[in-house]
C-alpha cells in the first residue's frame, strides 16, 4: 500500500496535476484566438465579389447569341441552294420517260411497234429450225451448232435460219439473207427475203416459228456445187439483217449442217453427199 502515493504522484505528473496543471485549462480557454470570426467574416465580402465576376459571364454569353443569330442566316441560305438540286433531279425523269415513249410510239409502215430505240445500235440472235421445224420453235445458235438439212414443199434440202431478240430495228419490210459457204472452194449459197418480224412481249422481233416465210430458206443440195458432203462438215454461215430506215447488222457463225429430220436421213445423205448428180437415183 505504501506504494501507491508513489503510483497516484506519476500518473499526476504526467497528466499536469498541480498549480502548474491549471495553465493548459487557461490555454485551452483562450476561445478567443478561434473567436476572431472576423477573420471568416471577411470571407462574406470576398464571396459578394466572386457574384459579380459570375455576373460578368452572362453578358459574355449573351454576345454568343447574335453569333450564333448570324448562323441561321447562313444556314437559311443553304436552303434555297439545295432547293435547286431537286428541279435539276426533276429533269431527269422526262430525259428517261422520252426514251420508252419514243420506242413504243414510232409510226411503222405495217403498224407493228418500233423494236427498241431508234438511236440505239442494232442486235439480234441467229436461230434455225430444227427437225421437228413444223411442230417446234426455232433454237439459237453458237459457235459450232448442229443445223437440220430439211425438205421444204419446194423439194431438196434446205437450212431454215432465222432471227430473234431483235432490237433497236423497224420489224417492218426487213431485209433477211442467209448465206453459207464453202470453206475450201468459197463458193456460196444464198437465199435473202423481205420480211415482217413479230414483236415478242419483251418488245424485241423475231421470225414467226409457224410461218418459214420469214425464215432465209438457203438450199443445199442437191449438192451440185460444194467440195465436200453437205453434212457432218463445218461450213461458215453468214447472216445479215437490215431495216428499211438503214440500219443493220451481219453476223457470222461456223456450223456443221445434218441430215437429222426423221425418216429422210437417207434421201438427204444421197442428194447432199459430194458430187451428186441431178436425177441420179438414191438407194
Do not use: H
Not at 447569341?65 to 431527269?92: F, L, Q, Y
Not at 423494236?115 to 421437228?132: E, K, R, S, V, Y
Not at 425464215?215 to 463445218?234: G, H, I
Request: include cysteine.
Amino acid at each position: 500500500m505504501r506504494y501507491v502515493p508513489v503510483v497516484l504522484l506519476s500518473l499526476c505528473l504526467a497528466m499536469g496535476c498541480g498549480s502548474e496543471g491549471d495553465d493548459p485549462t487557461q490555454d485551452s480557454g483562450t476561445l478567443e484566438d478561434a473567436g476572431t470570426g472576423q477573420d471568416s467574416g471577411t470571407t462574406l465580402p470576398d464571396s459578394g465579389t466572386t457574384t459579380p465576376d459570375s455576373g460578368t459571364t452572362t453578358p459574355d454569353s449573351g454576345t454568343t447569341t447574335p453569333d450564333s443569330g448570324t448562323t441561321t442566316p447562313d444556314a437559311g441560305t443553304t436552303t434555297p441552294d439545295a432547293g435547286t438540286t431537286t428541279p435539276d433531279a426533276g429533269t431527269t425523269t422526262p430525259d428517261a420517260g422520252t426514251t420508252t415513249p419514243d420506242a413504243g410510239t414510232i409510226p411503222t409502215s405495217c403498224g407493228i411497234p418500233f423494236l427498241g430505240d431508234p438511236n440505239g445500235t442494232p442486235d439480234f440472235t441467229i436461230t434455225a429450225l430444227g427437225p421437228n421445224w413444223m411442230t417446234s420453235p426455232a433454237v439459237p445458235l453458237t459457235q459450232g451448232s448442229i443445223v437440220s438439212l430439211i425438205e421444204p414443199p419446194q423439194g431438196g434440202r434446205v437450212s431454215f435460219i432465222g432471227v430473234r431478240d431483235v432490237i433497236n430495228m423497224d420489224p417492218c419490210g426487213v431485209f433477211l439473207l442467209g448465206s453459207l459457204k464453202d470453206p475450201i472452194s468459197n463458193k456460196r449459197m444464198v437465199d435473202s427475203r423481205t420480211i415482217n418480224l413479230e414483236r415478242s412481249p419483251d418488245g424485241k422481233g423475231s421470225s414467226a416459228d409457224e410461218d418459214y416465210f420469214t425464215f432465209s430458206n438457203v438450199p443445199l443440195c442437191p449438192n451440185n456445187w460444194s467440195s465436200m458432203n453437205l453434212f457432218d462438215q463445218e461450213y461458215e454461215l453468214t447472216v445479215i439483217l437490215q431495216d428499211k430506215r438503214g440500219k443493220g447488222l451481219q453476223k457470222i457463225l461456223t456450223i456443221r449442217p445434218a441430215c437429222n429430220v426423221p425418216g429422210e436421213e437417207r434421201e438427204c445423205l444421197c442428194i447432199c453427199k459430194q458430187g451428186y448428180r441431178l436425177g441420179e437415183p438414191c438407194p
